[in-house]
């Protein structure tokens, strides 16, 4: 597999859970954060209060989030790609 392959996939895997703490959360403003255990196997932990440290591998909610034209909170493919990156090039 492929660098441009594994970016997509592990993008989309951060996505797939930032939905579905979306979901969960219900609500406008997003908390907690997203600590990235391993990224080739794409393991995330949850953390409760925490803010961005991208030297810790962890990334806030509303940092991987991006309001759509319906004003509706949805992950940021973007986003999560340029956290991939971070770690496949």
Known sequence: MGTTEQ????AEALCRLVARELQQQDGEYVRGAVRVLDARCHLFRLVPH??????????????????????????????ALSVARNYFL
């Open 50 to 79: 925490q803010t961005t440290d991208e030297a810790e591998d962890v990334f806030a909610l509303s940092d991987l989030c991006r309001v759509d034209e319906d004003m509706q909170t949805i992950p940021d493919m973007n986003r």
């Open 7 to 10: 970016i997509r996939e592990f």
